[in-house]
């Protein structure tokens, strides 16, 4: 079973949704960058359950540890060890799930690929996991900010069918955080927040769209053919629990034009070469040009749900499955700060491998 992402900047998750403690190791992060827990759990925060009432009521601190890598303060250049204790764990809650398989979810599939499952919230299949992803991302978007002046965001752009109005482009951070939804549009927040809300006490789940964009991203990132950066990204945000979709740039939406309304025609402001428009979304070729990386990963409705579900059991025999414990109506507030993980884990990589073929920033 696969729990490792990258080459340079290589990163192995580890542990499960009900066991003792999840975390992730760090192998590859250059030596002198400045690191204390405070910058990882800053992250960590915006990930947690329990945040409001929009979200699951499992209470989780999810402070982080840090157990080797860091010395007086500076990361040494040997394997960072992070670790994150569970504390609120209800296995009892799963007891119906030994034999029934929740629809839509993992447990089927896990059964019949390895003979055997952790039925407690899904084992590595829970989007637990992601805790060690944002632990280590925190570190990548820390490195890249103070390496080239990198700056990743995501945020809510759709919770059913509606959606966030405004570019990607004239939002930050504090904007995102103002809102329980992490919806930077004011009017649409509100009205997403009601929805999820209702949804809850429907017992039901709904999905969504989130928005992420990078801006301050230097030239010359990734590569033709296999090693593009769009098809890293992708890569990297499909691993993300519950994703079922991404596009960049006009995405989808750029099917709709010709190829003169399309076309990012190349421009010289201030001494620089960029385009005029950025419908490529910052690649070309599989290469970042400068301009803005941005798009869009679908997330759809959390699969465990607490409305009765038709089912078999591991004989094939029918039952009528119930679902308890806690869960997310909607994940898009707290898979946010998983999105801006996995874009900057991805993003580290082809910025050290750069760095190591040219000598560059």
């Known amino acids: 079973m696969s729990s490792q992402l990258g080459k340079l900047f290589k990163i192995s998750t580890w542990g499960e949704s009900h066991g003792l403690a999840v ?63 569970n504390e609120d764990q209800r296995s009892k809650d799963y007891s119906e799930m ?16 390895y003979g055997f499952r952790d039925f407690r919230g899904g084992g590595r299949s829970s989007a637990r996991e992601t805790v060690g992803r944002v632990a280590a991302g925190a570190i990548a978007k820390k490195l890249l900010k103070e390496a ?37 549009d004011p009017k ?5 927040e009601a929805l999820i809300l209702k949804t809850k006490k429907e017992c ?3 999905g969504g769209v989130l928005q992420f964009v990078v801006k301050n991203v230097p030239v010359g990132l990734g590569e033709p053919v296999f090693n593009r950066v ?15 979709g991404f596009e960049i740039g006009s995405g989808f939406e750029g099917t709709k034009l010709n190829g003169s309304a399309h076309n990012d ?26 301009m803005p990386l941005y798009g869009k990963i679908a997330f759809k409705p959390t699969a465990t749900i607490a409305k009765p ?48 073929r040219t000598g560059l920033l």
Do not use: W
């Not at 400045?34 to 929009?54: H, V």
């Not at 080239?148 to 509606?162: K, N």
């Not at 769009?230 to 079922?244: D, R």
């Not at 025609?265 to 400068?290: C, D, H, L, R």
């Open 230 to 244: 769009e098809a890293a990204l992708a890569y990297g945000f499909l691993s993300i629990p519950a994703t079922k």
């Open 309 to 356: 579900q038709n089912t078999v059991n591991k004989k094939g025999e029918k039952g009528v499955l119930k679902a308890r414990g806690r869960h997310d109506a909607c994940v898009l507030p707290r898979a946010v700060v998983i999105v801006e993980a996995m874009a900057a884990l991805i993003l580290t990589d082809f910025f050290l491998e750069r760095r190591a």
């Open 98 to 113: 030994v034999d029934l398989y929740r629809p839509s979810h993992a447990d089927f599939t896990y059964d019949a690929k």
């Open 23 to 85: 975390g992730v190791v760090i192998d590859g992060c250059p030596a002198g960058l400045k690191l204390s827990a405070e910058d990882i759990q800053f992250d960590l925060d915006r990930r947690r359950p329990g945040q409001s009432a929009l979200t699951t009521p499992r209470k989780e601190s999810d402070t982080v540890e840090i157990l080797s890598g860091v010395f007086e303060g500076k990361t040494t250049g040997t394997p960072i060890s992070l670790m994150v204790k």
């Open 148 to 184: 080239c002046g990198m700056e990743i965001l995501a945020y809510v752009a759709q919770v059913g069918e509606i959606e966030c109005q405004g570019s990607p482009l004239q939002f930050n951070l504090e904007d995102v955080e103002k809102s329980l939804v992490r919806c930077p």
């Open 204 to 206: 039901d789940s709904i």
């Open 265 to 290: 025609e190349f421009i010289t402001e201030k001494g620089k070469i960029k385009t005029a428009t950025n419908y490529s979304g910052g690649v070309q070729g599989g290469i970042t040009n400068g």
């Open 188 to 192: 649409a927040s509100q009205l997403m």
